[in-house]
């Protein structure tokens, strides 16, 4: 993870900001994130990015029996559908 400073707010200029985010808008859409990157992006917990999975609106993919991730361009989707609604 690639630290850098944001200038949003006060309160998250300590913030580290994960290199997968710094990239988003470029990254294709047959990559894979992880979990952090999916909660930061959605600025939500990891107890509702797993409640997002239950409920069929994201799906991840098991690289290894302990790595799971999520497919970049699916995550693009349900952003653009959450903006559109």
Same mark, same amino acid.
């Given at each position: 993870?690639? %630290?850098?400073?944001?200038?949003?707010? /006060? %309160?998250?200029? !300590?913030?580290?900001? &994960?290199?997968?985010?710094?990239?988003?808008?470029?990254?294709? !859409?047959?990559?894979?994130?992880?979990? /952090?990157?999916?909660?930061?992006?959605?600025?939500?917990? &990891?107890?509702?990015?797993?409640?997002?999975?239950?409920?069929?609106?994201?799906?991840?993919?098991?690289?290894?029996?302990?790595?799971?991730?999520? &497919?970049?361009?699916?995550?693009?989707?349900?952003?653009?559908?959450?903006?559109?609604?």
């Amino acid at each position: 993870m690639q %630290a850098v400073s944001t200038a949003l707010h /006060p %309160a998250f200029k !300590d913030t580290p900001i &994960n290199s997968a985010l710094l990239h988003w808008s470029t990254m294709p !859409d047959s990559a894979q994130v992880r979990l /952090p990157v999916v909660k930061q992006l959605l600025s939500v917990s &990891n107890a509702t990015v797993w409640r997002l999975v239950k409920a069929g609106h994201l799906k991840t993919y098991k690289l290894t029996e302990r790595t799971t991730t999520f &497919n970049v361009g699916e995550v693009k989707q349900f952003l653009a559908s959450k903006v559109a609604a």
